[in-house]
Every structure is written in structure tokens, then in C-alpha cells.
């Protein structure tokens, strides 16, 4: 059959056609994450806490605040480099930033984080004040910090937060705590110990007492403004760069994890390496497999019983606690999995490839032409690989999802290459640290979601691909 | 005298995806009694085999039409339920000698267990009683009694084909349907079973249809011939008539075909091809290969002509004989 | 007599692989440096509860460092530490033959013993219940629904189980376990979320059998749900395959009733192609269970393996935990051919 017509059959079947459209969108989406993300994505930044730090802690994708009747705070991140507005003061100038924030959710925010970075100054430090404007007029200072002066030794220019950024995490601040507690005493004539503000600033900063009780609010919606001043000593003197994080209970596209790590990125970081795995493994088993076969059903003699003792000791062998065992003991990296993978992967296809093999020798036709005087080598290549050959091509096919389903289960056992992240990985991270049990539905269900995709989209083709290469199935049984 | 086994217009036809398959058309023929054989010879294809099933109402699950008439002892056939048919006619009135029988012993039971197994089922007779006559049979088909508890594939394919004999014959029916019993064996069993066939008729009072490709292995059983070709019978008659006298021009091709000893006539190959029974040529079947075709053949179907007593021929060629 | 040389035969092969299995453990423990490892660390642990004995008696720290440097040679001569590998190979596979483990590092048996054995053989028989319940049901309803569908071929619900079953291998077991505690035990509340007792487990023999079973219920179905479809529509297919064979059509002009011939002429003689399938289908049952056992926190061997390789490795259980499943994966293949040469008279003879 030729090529085109091979690819009409196979797109006119139900599963062929959902195979390939499957499969081009893996590749689409493969490629994005090819070209987007760093190849170290792994270990610079998924197995980084410090780029998740911002993040919202384990709460699901934003989209679901569309199923629910209230509506839960979204994650907002405000951040600045150039000042903006410089005003001159006595003591020098003030930079400041106002970063609006149009408040309209029931529940407050999760935290409050504000965030400095390359802050440089000549002589003296600089001070950085951050306040918040309530819609209801109020305002209070919730935050005040003296950049650390020169030390002993040193010159200026001085340098601050180059290497680490200062974070602060104001939920928790002690001085944002005694800020809030006497922010309540002034206003709301309200006096509560720090233990009793402590963690939950968040909730009297953006909320009104309700009057129930001493520490119940409800939440203040309308337009805040969060208000950021560096006053500096020298006019060459700046805060390079600002962060103010207003932690919502819903983040992105897949929401995030215990870690706070940026689901969805994870989710498509696991599309190129599954499809990677997938194919690697089945091309590698497959080629080992077919040519252990051939060879075995060609050479025949001791050649053939060896590779057929071997190959039925390697099938028989429980495949799971063995690789377990080895990926233990060499260390979890992928290409050992993959390696792994292929070592136990070929046998099947070697005793199939060799009854093939050894069927098609004794066919009559590859005999007339041995007779006609054609050499083995010819008759095996010319005659009998042409038969193999779209046989092998649906079992490199069959083979993906296979590997794909173990380097997963690998993965969910603790197995799994730390410096690749694979959707096994983020499930057995969610399953690890308790996340099924906490009803963390959307860390658990969209990376199962993935793997069983890929290995469908490979099934798919594979099924869409056997009566292109089994003749005999081309048409359907009466 | 009425017939012991007399077949009228039976028509077979399956549905296939590209429609019906005309496997078997107007079929008619009969057995006079007892004791006599009569050879169904056709190519492969042609139909003869789905005559065989059709006759012991064996029928796919896509069967498009299925009529005529088939009296047995005065018994229609067609007619009857198929519980009834089943539990009265099968194996008990007409038996089956499998075409390729290496096949029609169940691998996993022991023979023994095969050939006693419709006595049992049915209540006819004890075990014991069974056994007795198993090996009654066993012994007359020529096997030694271990054979009994042997498994299928212990034995040699003559074997097999006594055994599958010897089964056939444990309700002690009067009609036989033997599916090319000796095509897979070679030559000197082949001799033997023929053989053994002609005895039973002897002995029993046995009578055989004998599905063949073979038609001087049919002359050697059978006192009758019908030729099969493409779903008809297309002549009939006895052995010696069609042999001898073939009147249709396709049994005429057919034995110029076989290859004689003694004899410097090259065999004669027919040209063509079988038809494909899904679409049967108009007229007679065989107009697109026969070398005396003429006007009518293509026009219309030929009824059966009796160029001689007692030998039908569906030919044109013999319509003005005829009157 | 005649029973008896393929039955050798077949497990023979079955021991070959049990032995190959062995020598790959050992081999890789040995070329690995692994068991170096282990052993270092096993005179390192000596050492040091010696030297608290020790420092009963020596005062001086010098003489102290000169007496554990002594103790650390004899040992490491003990333990074969200063020869190479391949010399102390035999002896380890012997130990591990003997089911002699050695101790686990931190985990420990329900009662409380640090011996491998006792941690890992206590769980045998909780994975056996788990795998060979599954097994069974899935080779039932595979029967069942096999031979059923054979008769319908073509219709939708063929159509249905044949797509099934093909959805069945791009699915991984163990994420329907995951969905199935997501949705019955944490959202539902329905079933136990894991585990094979309540706590505290009934003390009545009749409600703890219950308790056991509503918590075998979710793996169990999980363990079918995956393996069922494949199972029906291989056993579908050998069936119709059978169905068509010469001695069924005999069977039917026989005049038998169709239950017979579906049964004897039938299922019966499909039975030796579907233990094969079976046989083909216990490995991806084996590693099905371990998954599931891990996802279910089952306390049998799979989840052994999980829980040592959280947190510091105990080798020597991971160790015994591969040995013990091929062990427990040779007998049960065993048995299933055991019972492929009682159903197959061809056999019998032709080896």
C-alpha cells in the first residue's frame, strides 16, 4: 500500500483519526514547551521553592470560582521598578509606588507578602515604608523597614538584596501585627492581643467588625491601594525592584500545590518528556526486539535457541518489583528508567518477530525464490523484512503507552528522575503529602488525566493503524 | 416407490456484505434406499459443501433465504421446528462426516467420550450400553479398542477419519453425509477407507451422500453422480451414464480434465474461472466458459433436459430432444 | 507418568526464571558497589554500639581508636568486606535463599521485630488475599462475559468492551484508586479511604471479616476495573476463534443441546489458550497490586516497597520484598501451569 493511501486508511477510521489529532496536539503543545521553558526547568525552577514563594499555597485553578456561589479572592502580584512618583523631601527624595487593588471577594486574602530587591544607595540607607488605603478612607502604615546600613570595612556604593531578595511575609511580621493591633485600637476602639491578630491580619486589614464579637469581621470590599515609599538620602540612590503579593485562594490555570508550585506549568513541562519517554522506550525495545528476532528466526542453530532461552526467561520475569529493585539501586534517573524500560521490554516482540520469521521462510514463495538462486541475505531483506516491517511498526506503537504507564507508576512509587518532573511525580507528591486525603482534586486528577491522554493517543493510533498494516482487518468480519 | 431421502428445489442463500451468496439453487436429487451412494462432484466452491450443511440445516446466522423440500422416509424436513429437528433428525436420521474430519474431533476429549456422547445426551442408553457399542464400532471401522481412551491427536489422520466414521454411526442412521472423506489422507488409505464405505452400505444398509472433488474416486463409491457446479447441479444421473455419456458440456471438461494411466490424451484444463456465487452469470452459470455456448444459454437458465433415461443435464443443447 | 514430564518441564522453566531473577539481584547489588555499601554500613552500626560497650572499660581515647580499628578489620574480614564482590556472591545468594534477610533499618514488623523476614513474610498472605481475589474475579468475569460476548459478535455491546479494553491499557491502575479515594472515601465518605482494618479493628471474628472487606472492596474493584475488559475480550476472541472450529460444527449435528456445545466443545477447549492468557496477564497483575496496595496504604508487600523507600532506604527490605515476589510469582505460575497441563491432553504427550 502506498504511503498516502496508508494515511487515508488510517484517517478515515474513528481511532486513526483521533490518534493524530491527538498526537499533533501533543506535538504543538510539546514544541511550546520546548521553545518556552528552560531545559532545567527541573531543577531551576520546579524543584526551586524560591520561585514558588509567591505563590498561594495548595488552592485550586481560578476558573473554579465560576462553579461557586461565592467567589473566592484571586492571586494578585503588583510589582515595580521604576518609581512612580519621586517627590522631594528634606531628608531627600521619595520614591513611591501605588498599586490599586479592586477588592471584591467575601473571604480576605490568604497572605500578604512584599518583596525588595538590588537596593543601592551611596551614603546613608534608605527607608522603606508600605501603607495600605482602605476604600472606607482608613489608613494605616503596615509596614516599615530600615535597609541595613554599611558595615564595617565596607564602601559604598552599598548593595542590598542583590543575591536574596528581602521577603517578608507580612501575615506574620511582628511589627505589621503591633501596626495592625494599634490600627484596631484607634479605629474600632478594638483591643486584641498580638496572638489574636497574629496570622490573621490579612482579615482585619481588608474587613469591618461585624460587632457579633470582638475578633469577628466580615470582609470590606471596594478599592483599596497599597502604597509603597523608599525615602532615600542621595539622589542616585534606588530601590531596584518591588513586589507586593496579595495571596488569593484560587491561582492560574491548575491551581498550585502544597508547594505552591504553578500546576499548570508542571502539567505541560510533563507533555514533552512523556511523549520523550514514550517514544524512546518503544523505539529502542522495539529495535532490540525485532533484530534479536530476526536473527533469531534467521541464524537459527545455537544462535536461536539462546536468544529464545533468554527471551523467555526475560517474558516470564515479574517486570515491576525488578525495576523497582534497580532503579533503587543505580539511582532514579530517566535514562535509567528508560534503560530499564528497554531491558524488559523486547522479549514479547522477539518470539513474535521469530515464528514470523520462521513462517515466512517456509513460505512457498520466499522458497521459489531461494531456488531461483536468490542469496539468504537478499531473501531476508527483500522478502521477508518488507512483511515484518508494518507489524513492527503498530507494536513500536503499542509500545509507548506501556512505557509511559510505568515510568508513572515509577514515579508515584518515589522512583522518579527529582530533576525531571513527570505528571507521576506530581501525583505521587500529592498523594505523599496527604493531598487525595485532603480533597486536593484538581493536584490529583489532571496529571492521571495527562498520562492516560498520551498513552489513549498512542492506543488510538495504534488501533487506527493495525488494519493499515493487517490487511486482513481492513474489512470487518461478517 | 417413494425415496428414501429425496431433495426438492432446495435453495441456500447468505447474505455477504456485498449481498446474497447463491450457495446453493433448485437443488433436487434423491437417494433410491438403503445401500446406495450417491457422489456430489464439484470443484472447490462450488457449493457443495454448503449443500452438505444446508441438508443438515447447519446455517450461518446471516442465511437470506432457505426453501425447498427435503423428504425423508416421507418425513418433510423443512417444515420442521428446529428443537425438534435437532433432537429427531440430527445424527439420529442423517450424519455427518466433516469435510477435513482431522478437525472434527474435539482435541481436548478422549474419542471414546465423542463417539458415545449423542447416545448419552439423548437418554438413548447407559453408559455402559454406549461403551458396548462404541467398540463394536471401533472394532468394525477397523480400530484397535485403546483408541477408546485415546486423545485426537494420538492418532494418524486415517484414524482420525475412522473414528469420525465410527462416530457417525453410533445412532445408526440411514442417511450419511460424508464432506471429502479421504481428501487429506494419501493414497493407500484413501483405498481403504472407499473401502470401509462400501462395506458399511453393505452391512448397515447405509446411504451415503459422497461430497467430492474427485469424480473417478465417486464412480468407484457411488451408483449415482450429480456434477456441482457454481450452486446447481448442473447433470445427474448413474455412474456409468455420466461417466461414460456425459451429456453437460462442463462435466465433459471436467473429465477431460483428470489425467488417465495408460492414455496419451493430455488433460484439458477448463479455462475461466470459477463464477464468484455472489453474482452467477445470467442464464446458465456456466455459459462464460463453456465452448459450445450458444443464443440461449445467456438469455436463459436451462431447466433439467433428460438427454438419456434416468440422466438429467441442465444444458440448451438438449432442448430440441426433448421436444 | 505421562503427566509427569511436562509438568517437570514447565517448572523447571518457572525455577530458571526464579534463578535468573536471584543472580540479577546479586550481580547488581555486587557490581553496583551496592552490597559494599550495605556492609560498611552494617560495621559502621557495630562499631559504634561496641564502642558505648566499650568505653565502659577504656578510658584513654587513643587506645580507644587503636581497639575499633582492630575490631573494624576483623570484622570487615568477617563480613568478606576485603575481598571482592564475587567472592562473597554465592554466599549472599545462598543467604537470601535461605530467606536469611538480615535486619531492616527502621521499619518494623506489626509486632514489632527488625528481622526483614518477619517484616516481609507477615505481609504475604495480605497481598496474596488482595492479588488472588482480584485475579479470580477478573478471570470470572472474563469467563462469563467472554464467552457471552462470542455469541454477539458485532453487536454494540462488543463493540463497547472491545473499545474498553483498549481505553484499559492507557489507563494506570493506581489513579483510579486515587479517583475512587477522592471520590468515595473523602467526598462520598462511603468506603474506607485505606488500610484493612478500622482502628480499633473489631474484635468479633463475623465484624471483622466485614471491616476487612469493606476495605478490600475499593482495591479489589480497582484492581477488576482495569483488568476486567482486556481479560473479557481476550477470552472473547479465543472463543470465537474455537466457535469456529470443525469438531463445533460436528457438535451441533450431533443434535446436542447448545449448552453442551458451548460448554464442552466450547469453553472447554478454550480453557488451555485462556490460562495462557492468564498467565500473560499475572505479571501486569502483580505490579497492578503493588501499585494499588500503595495507593490504598494495603498493608501488604507493595506498600512495604513504598514505605521502604520513603525517607532512608532500607535496602534490606527492598531486597527481600523483589525476591519474596518473584518467589510468590514463580508459585502462583506454577499452578497455572499445573493446571494448563491437566486441561491440555496435547501436551501431555508431545513434550
Known amino acids: 500500500m502506498s504511503r498516502a493511501n496508508a494515511l487515508r486508511v488510517l484517517l478515515r477510521s474513528g481511532p486513526g483519526f483521533g490518534g493524530v489529532s491527538l498526537l499533533c496536539l501533543l506535538i504543538l503543545v510539546a514544541l511550546y514547551v520546548l521553545l ?19 505563590n498561594p499555597k495548595a488552592v485550586p485553578p481560578a476558573w473554579t470560582n465560576t462553579l461557586r456561589r461565592e467567589a473566592r479572592p484571586p492571586h494578585r502580584i503588583f510589582e515595580g521598578a521604576e518609581p512612580h512618583t519621586v517627590q522631594m523631601a528634606r531628608s531627600g527624595p521619595v520614591h513611591s509606588w501605588r498599586f490599586p487593588l479592586t477588592y471584591a471577594s467575601s473571604h480576605p486574602p490568604t497572605f500578604l507578602a512584599v518583596t525588595l530587591a538590588d537596593v543601592k544607595y551611596e551614603e546613608r540607607p534608605p527607608l522603606v515604608l508600605i501603607s495600605l488605603k482602605r476604600p472606607d478612607g482608613k489608613q494605616l502604615r503596615i509596614y516599615r523597614h530600615a535597609v541595613r546600613g554599611p558595615r564595617e570595612g565596607e564602601s559604598g556604593p552599598f548593595l542590598r538584596y542583590g543575591q536574596t531578595p528581602l521577603r517578608v511575609q507580612l501575615s506574620t511580621d511582628e511589627a505589621t501585627v503591633t501596626a495592625v493591633q494599634n490600627f484596631l485600637a484607634d479605629e474600632f476602639d478594638l483591643r486584641l492581643d498580638g496572638a489574636q491578630i497574629g496570622g490573621r491580619v490579612d482579615r482585619f486589614l481588608f474587613g469591618v467588625p461585624t460587632g457579633d464579637s470582638e475578633a469577628a469581621f466580615a470582609p470590606l470590599t471596594g478599592d483599596y491601594e497599597i502604597i509603597v515609599q523608599a525615602a532615600m538620602r542621595e539622589e542616585g540612590d534606588s530601590v531596584g525592584k518591588i513586589r507586593f503579593v496579595v495571596g488569593g485562594a484560587v491561582f492560574g490555570l491548575m491551581g498550585t500545590d502544597s508547594l505552591g508550585r504553578d500546576l499548570a506549568r508542571g502539567l505541560l513541562f510533563g507533555v514533552p518528556v512523556a511523549l520523550f519517554i514514550g517514544v524512546i522506550a518503544a523505539l529502542l525495545s522495539t529495535a532490540i526486539g525485532t533484530s534479536l528476532g530476526i536473527a533469531s528466526g534467521y541464524l537459527g542453530g545455537r544462535a ?18 525488578l525495576l523497582i529493585f534497580m532503579l533503587f539501586i543505580v539511582g532514579p534517573s530517566l535514562w535509567m528508567i528508560i534503560f530499564i524500560l528497554v531491558i ?36 531476508m531483506f527483500r522478502h521477508i523484512l518488507p512483511q515484518i516491517t508494518p507489524y513492527v511498526f503498530a507494536q513500536l506503537i503499542f509500545g509507548a503507552p506501556a512505557a509511559i504507564l510505568s515510568e508513572a507508576g515509577l514515579s508515584f512509587l518515589g522512583l522518579g528522575d527529582p530533576s525531571i518532573p513527570t505528571w507521576g511525580q506530581i501525583l505521587e507528591a500529592g498523594f505523599r503529602t496527604g493531598g487525595i486525603y485532603l480533597g486536593y482534586w484538581w493536584w490529583i486528577v489532571p496529571p492521571g488525566l495527562c498520562i492516560v491522554l498520551t498513552a489513549l493517543t498512542f492506543m488510538l493510533l495504534g488501533l487506527g493503524i493495525e488494519p493499515v498494516v493487517n490487511p486482513r482487518l481492513r474489512r470487518s468480519p461478517p | ?8 428445489d432446495l435453495t441456500f442463500h447468505y447474505a455477504d456484505r456485498a449481498g446474497p451468496v447463491r450457495a446453493v439453487d433448485n437443488v433436487s436429487f434423491s437417494l433410491a434406499s438403503g445401500g446406495s451412494a450417491l457422489g456430489l462432484v464439484g470443484e472447490s466452491g462450488s457449493g457443495k459443501s454448503s449443500l452438505a450443511l444446508a441438508i443438515m440445516r447447519m446455517l450461518p446466522t446471516n442465511v437470506a433465504r432457505y426453501d425447498g423440500a427435503i423428504w425423508l422416509n416421507g418425513q418433510e424436513l423443512l417444515g420442521m421446528a428446529d428443537e425438534r429437528f435437532r433432537q429427531e433428525i440430527r445424527w439420529r436420521k442423517l450424519s455427518l462426516v466433516p469435510q477435513g474430519a482431522q478437525n472434527g474431533l474435539n482435541p481436548v476429549l478422549r474419542v471414546g467420550e465423542q463417539i458415545v456422547e449423542p447416545l448419552i445426551v439423548s437418554g438413548t442408553a447407559a453408559k455402559r450400553e454406549a461403551t458396548a457399542r462404541a467398540l463394536e464400532l471401533l472394532a468394525y471401522v477397523g480400530l484397535p479398542a485403546d483408541v477408546y481412551d485415546r486423545y485426537p491427536h494420538e492418532l494418524s489422520g486415517g484414524m482420525k477419519q475412522r473414528a469420525m466414521i465410527a462416530a457417525a454411526l453410533i445412532l445408526d442412521p440411514p442417511v450419511v453425509i460424508m464432506d471429502e472423506p479421504t481428501s487429506a489422507l494419501d493414497a493407500s488409505v484413501q483405498t481403504q477407507i472407499t473401502n470401509l464405505l462400501k462395506r458399511l452400505m453393505q452391512d448397515m444398509n447405509l446411504a451415503i451422500i459422497f461430497i467430492t472433488h474427485d469424480i473417478a474416486l465417486a464412480s468407484d463409491v457411488c451408483d449415482d453422480l450429480a456434477v456441482v457446479y457454481a450452486g446447481e447441479i448442473v447433470e445427474i444421473g448413474s455412474a456409468d451414464q455420466v461417466l461414460l455419456h456425459p451429456s453437460h458440456p462442463y462435466t465433459q471438461r471436467l473429465l477431460a480434465s483428470i489425467p488417465r494411466l495408460h492414455d496419451d490424451t493430455t488433460p484439458q484444463f477448463i479455462p475461466g474461472a470459477p463464477p464468484d456465487l455472489r453474482e452467477p452469470p445470467a442464464g446458465c452459470r456456466f455459459h462464460p466458459r463453456c465452448p459450445l455456448v450458444f443464443e440461449p444459454c445467456a438469455q436463459k437458465s436451462p431447466p433439467a433436459f433428460e438427454p438419456e433415461d434416468g440422466q438429467l443435464a441442465r444444458c440448451w443443447l438438449f432442448e430440441d430432444g426433448q421436444g | 507418568m505421562s503427566l509427569f514430564r511436562p509438568l517437570l518441564v514447565r517448572s523447571l522453566t518457572m525455577v530458571g526464571v526464579f534463578f535468573v531473577v536471584l543472580l540479577m539481584l546479586v550481580l547488581t547489588l555486587g557490581l553496583t558497589g551496592f552490597s559494599d555499601r550495605i556492609l560498611a554500613a552494617t560495621i559502621g552500626e557495630q562499631l559504634r554500639a561496641e564502642r558505648t560497650a566499650l568505653a565502659e572499660t577504656i578510658r584513654d581515647p587513643d587506645e580507644m581508636e587503636k581497639v575499633l580499628e582492630k575490631r573494624r ?23 537470601v535463599l535461605t530467606l536469611d534477610l538480615g535486619e531492616a533499618r527502621s521499619l518494623r514488623s506489626f509486632d514489632g521485630s527488625n528481622r526483614v523476614f518477619d517484616i516481609v513474610t507477615e505481609r504475604v498472605p495480605n497481598s496474596m488475599l488482595l492479588l488472588t481475589t482480584s485475579f479470580v474475579i477478573t478471570a470470572i468475569i472474563g469467563v462469563i462475559g467472554g464467552s457471552y460476548l462470542a455469541t454477539r459478535q458485532g453487536s454494540w455491546l462488543d463493540r463497547f468492551v472491545s473499545g474498553f479494553a483498549a481505553v484499559s491499557f492507557a489507563i494506570p491502575t493506581w489513579w483510579i484508586g486515587i479517583l475512587f479515594i477522592l471520590v468515595l472515601s473523602i467526598q462520598l465518605r462511603i468506603l474506607p479511604s485505606g488500610g484493612m482494618y478500622s482502628t480499633p479493628p473489631p474484635t468479633e471474628p463475623l465484624p471483622r471479616f466485614f471491616d476487612l472487606v469493606s476495605h478490600a472492596l475499593l482495591p479489589v474493584i480497582t484492581l477488576v476495573l482495569v483488568s476486567f475488559g482486556p481479560s473479557i475480550y481476550s477470552i472473547r476472541t479465543i472463543t470465537l476463534n474455537i466457535a469456529q472450529e470443525d469438531h463445533v460444527k460436528i457438535a451441533r449435528a450431533k443434535g446436542l443441546p447448545e449448552s453442551r456445545v458451548r460448554l ?18 499475572l505479571a501486569g497483575s502483580v505490579s497492578g497490586s503493588i501499585l494499588v496496595e500503595t495507593v490504598f496504604n494495603w498493608q501488604g508487600m507493595g506498600r512495604l516497597y513504598y514505605d521502604a523507600l520513603a525517607g532512608t532506604p532500607d535496602e534490606n527490605v527492598i531486597v527481600a520484598l523483589t525476591f519474596i515476589f518473584t518467589l510468590m510469582y514463580v508459585l502462583i505460575r506454577i499452578v497455572l501451569e499445573v493446571l494448563y497441563v491437566f486441561l491440555d491432553p496435547r501436551v501431555r504427550y508431545t513434550d
Not at chain 1, 536461536?304 to 520475569?317: C, G, M, P
Open chain 1, 304 to 321: 536461536d535457541i539462546t536468544i529464545q532461552r533468554i527471551s523467555d526467561i526475560v517474558a516470564n520475569v515479574p517486570v515491576l518489583p
Open chain 1, 344 to 379: 524488559f521490554g523486547w522479549p514479547g516482540l522477539t518470539i513474535q518477530i521469530r515464528s514470523m520469521v520462521l513462517h515466512l521462510r517456509t513460505n512457498q514463495l520466499v522458497e521459489a525464490i531461494q531456488s531461483l538462486g536468490a542469496s539468504r541475505r537478499r531473501v
Open chain 1, 36 to 54: 518556552v521553558f528552560p531545559l532545567d526547568f527541573g531543577e531551576s525552577q520546579w524543584s526551586n521553592p524560591v520561585v514558588w514563594v509567591d
Open chain 2, 1 to 8: 416407490m417413494t425415496s428414501l431421502l429425496d431433495v426438492r
Open chain 3, 264 to 281: 464442552r466443545h466450547i469453553l472447554r477447549v478454550a480453557a488451555p489458550p485462556i490460562v495462557t492468557g492468564l498467565m500473560f496477564g
Open chain 3, 73 to 95: 578489620e576483623e570484622l570487615e574480614i568477617f563480613y568478606g568486606l576485603r575481598t571482592p564482590w564475587y567472592y562473597r556472591l554465592p554466599r549472599t545468594a545462598l543467604r
